[in-house]
């Protein structure tokens, strides 16, 4: 079974997003960075990696294209 992350809801128990920092540190970004590059605050950067905030598929493709990584790689979980 394949679930997108990007599509849970808040308070479903969402897992942390290790895939995400792991991408974002591989760059040296800091969230605060990542964050200015797809027009968030680093706030929602955190919430997202700590599996806090669900963000939007349009989001998810920013991240990605910053990270030069696909969805899959990123959001889809096993």
Do not use: H
Not at 7 to 36: F, I, P, Y
Not at 59 to 74: F, P, R, S, W
């Amino acid at each position: 079974m394949i679930v997108l992350i990007c599509n849970q809801k808040e308070g479903d128990g969402m897992a942390k997003n290790l895939k995400l920092k792991s991408a974002r540190a591989a760059l040296d970004l800091t969230q605060q960075e990542l964050a200015e590059k797809v027009g968030v605050t680093r706030q929602t950067m955190n919430a997202i990696e700590k599996g806090d905030y669900n963000p939007s598929i349009k989001l998810c493709i920013a991240i990605c294209k910053v990270l030069n990584k696909t969805l899959d790689e990123l959001f889809w979980e096993e």
